[in-house]
Nanobody
Framework: QVQLVESGGGLVQAGGSLRLSCAASGTSFSINDWYRQAPGKQRELVAT???????NYADSVKGRFTISRDNAKNTVYLQMNSLRPEDTAVYYCHAFRPPYYNYWGQGTQVTVSS
């Protein structure tokens, strides 16, 4: 059974840092993403990494967030620095396996206080 288990969320002051982890079990994936959803807003893509290590970021987090992966551990990370109150959201790990399989984690809350 494929599972994505997230950890690392919490409460932090503005300017602080958090690192989210997404541990995958059951299979490997070609693309991993982090999404977030703030109250009353649509879910948005934050960062993407391929199994070759190529990355892409939303403009709002460029230069502050870093996505990485440890293929040996089948784990994807999101290092979040210089956090802002507007980064407050539930963060979701997503994974894609060809040809059309999509998997989601349960979500982890990140709250940034001003």
């Amino acid at each position: 059974q494929v599972q994505l288990v997230e950890s690392g969320g919490g409460l932090v002051q503005a300017g602080g840092s958090l690192r989210l982890s997404c541990a995958a079990s059951g299979t490997s994936f070609s693309i991993n993403d982090w999404y977030r959803q703030a109250p009353g807003k649509q879910r948005e893509l934050v960062a993407t990494i391929t199994n070759g290590g190529s990355t892409n970021y939303a403009d709002s987090v460029k230069g502050r967030f870093t996505i990485s992966r440890d293929n040996a551990k089948n784990t994807v990370y999101l290092q979040m620095n210089s956090l802002r109150p507007e980064d407050t959201a539930v963060y979701y790990c997503h994974a894609f396996r060809p040809p059309y399989y999509n998997y989601w984690g349960q979500g982890t809350q990140v709250t940034v206080s001003s």
